[in-house]
């Protein structure tokens, strides 16, 4: 026996649970990216601002994750502009995405669709939703299976460029031993 089909508004109330995890599993991939940025002095000066990055990404929105994200992908160099410790190792570290401005044009824009999507979704866009219309709920459904395929993209990309940093620091680590 086939089982019963799920009705429309089951699907549709399905699909948006679906899009708002995946939602969360952007910001949150998006608030780890968050932390990359330039850091230049001495190792004590260079932990706390890891530290105080971390406790700020933890309060980021998705539209701050996306903006730090962006902006610390594309920032120059730090000039080095303090004097190096002579009792102290100075280093410097930056992060940055090779890319055509098109292309970095192109991903800022679908995040930013995407913020806006999300705000619309999750502040009030369902609220007047006509749930017991099947016709309405099939559109619905259709819409947020194109949305999460755009955060499927996104966060594919994020998680790539998050992991591998992982790793990299992981070898650096280990060759350090």
């Known amino acids: 026996m086939s089982e019963p089909a799920v009705p429309p508004k089951d699907e549709a109330l399905q699909a948006v649970g679906r899009t708002v995890v995946n939602f969360q599993r952007l910001e949150h991939n998006l608030k780890l990216a968050a932390r990359l940025g330039p850091l230049a002095g001495t190792l004590p000066r260079i932990q706390r601002v890891v530290e105080k990055r971390i406790a700020q990404s933890e309060t980021m929105t998705l539209g701050q994750a996306i903006q730090a994200w962006l902006t610390d ?33 192109a991903h800022a824009a679908a995040l930013k669709a995407l913020r806006e999507t999300r705000n619309d979704l999750i502040h009030g866009g369902l609220v007047h939703f006509a749930w017991d219309s099947p016709d309405e709920c099939r559109r619905l459904l259709t819409k947020l299976d194109e949305v999460n395929e755009a955060i499927r993209l996104e966060l594919n990309f994020i998680t790539a460029v998050v992991k591998a940093l992982g790793a990299s620091r992981a070898e650096a680590l280990e060759e350090a031993r």
Do not use: K
């Open 73 to 105: 992908t594309v920032s120059e160099s730090p000039a080095s502009s303090h004097t190096p410790d002579l009792f102290d190792v100075t280093m410097q570290m930056t992060f940055s995405l090779s890319a055509d401005a098109e292309s970095h044009s």
